[in-house]
């Protein structure tokens, strides 16, 4: 079956240290998400795809970057990680095209910054 | 005005119970409506999508009033399963395939 899976599952860094989260979808999709999910706060944009070579910032993607060689992955990288970017990181994907925007979503990273 | 609005909750109902959630959006170009339910600790998953003026699926039926900006979620004979957040999406305008997340409602259903 087609999926979108997140690895790590759990990581714990240290402040200061470049971290990748890997996101890969089997759906052949053109768009991808990042978000970050912390309490007091619904789900929040931090940089998005919509095919291959494009990448877009959302709303709070300061200290992180992404690239988009192929369709199915969408790595996530922390530059230089933060205590403030201790957060749950949940990776999705939709269609694309006229009118599909439902987003299915990976399982998350939970990521401490220490 | 936040772009989405959802009471918080939490409702806590009866087994068999009749629960309806209510959402108000601010941007007048979204196109297209969504709920997602999410479980404490894992990912979002879709439970409806709502393109027109409502949708119905099982037990579930979903209602969008544009003029008003308003969207509902009516869960019948509710059971201990449906305890979730409940969030209220919709995307972030016309042509576009970002999507603007309530931060949810939370149900708790009661034996």
């Known amino acids: 079956d087609a999926e979108i899976t997140q690895s790590p599952r759990h990581k714990i860094t240290e402040t200061g240290r470049q971290v990748t989260l890997a996101c890969h979808q089997t759906?052949?999709?053109?768009?991808m998400f990042w978000y970050r999910q912390d309490l007091g706060h619904g789900l929040r944009l931090i940089h998005y795809s919509y095919g291959v070579q494009d990448t877009n910032k959302g709303e709070v993607s300061d200290g992180y970057s992404v690239s988009r060689s192929n369709t199915e992955d969408l790595p996530l990288t922390l530059e230089s990680a933060a205590s403030s970017q201790t957060s749950v990181y949940f990776c999705?994907?939709?269609?694309?095209?006229?009118?599909?925007?439902?987003?299915?979503f990976g399982p998350g990273t939970r990521l401490t910054v220490l | 005005r936040k772009e989405v609005e959802q009471d918080p909750g939490p409702f806590n109902v009866p087994e068999g119970a009749t629960v309806a959630f209510n959402c108000t959006y601010s941007n007048s170009a979204s196109q297209s409506f969504f709920w997602y339910r999410q479980d404490c600790r894992k990912e979002p998953k879709l439970l409806m999508s709502?393109?027109?003026s409502g949708n119905e699926d099982g037990r579930f039926t979903a209602q969008l009033n544009r003029a008003s900006q308003y969207i509902s979620l009516l869960i019948r004979d509710s059971k201990l399963s449906d305890s979730a957040t409940y969030l209220c999406?919709?995307?972030?305008?016309?042509?576009?395939?970002?999507?603007?997340f309530g931060k949810g409602t939370k149900l708790s259903v009661i034996p």
């Open positions: 999705a994907s939709s269609k694309g095209g006229s009118s599909y925007n439902e987003q299915f």
């Open positions: 999406v919709p995307d972030s305008g016309a042509g576009s395939y970002q999507l603007t």
């Open positions: 709502v393109y027109s």
């Open positions: 759906w052949n999709h053109n768009n």
